[in-house]
Nanobody
Framework: VQLVESGGGLVQPGGSLRLSCEASGFSFGYYAIGWARQAPGKGLEWVAFIFGDGGETWYIDSVKGRFTISRDNAKSIMYLQMDNLKPDDTARYHC????????????????WGQGTQVTVSS
């Protein structure tokens, strides 16, 4: 299993970014997959996840209405559209497969990508 994130960068508050996660090595369309993040000096937290058929999604309260998770099963790619970004969104964002979505994220649960850095600052 391999997960490769892209799309991070430096953006001003109120700006937008779209993260991508290219997956390989498993039957992508059958499984839930999600995003976790770690801000400087803070612990890991789930941001959003999406079930295999894309019909059900979950978001942490702090990003509801601003972030949208989606997937293209034909291309084995997951996306996170992030709008109206805030400084508190500054973190390293990781794509995760096989995580325990109903418990705090841990890097030894499931497969994690290397992550992509998102910095929101004026």
């Amino acid at each position: 299993v391999q997960l490769v994130e892209s799309g991070g960068g430096l953006v001003q508050p109120g700006g937008s970014l779209r993260l991508s996660c290219e997956a390989s090595g498993f039957s992508f369309g059958y499984y839930a997959i999600g995003w976790a993040r770690q801000a400087p000096g803070k612990g890991l937290e789930w941001v959003a996840f999406i079930f295999g058929d894309g019909g059900e999604t979950w978001y942490i309260d702090s990003v509801k209405g601003r972030f949208t998770i989606s997937r293209d099963n034909a291309k084995s790619i997951m996306y996170l559209q992030m709008d109206n970004l805030k400084p508190d969104d500054t973190a390293r964002y990781h794509c995760v497969f096989g995580g325990n979505w109903y418990a705090p994220p841990r890097k030894n649960d499931g497969t994690w990508g290397q992550g992509t850095q998102v910095t929101v600052s004026s």
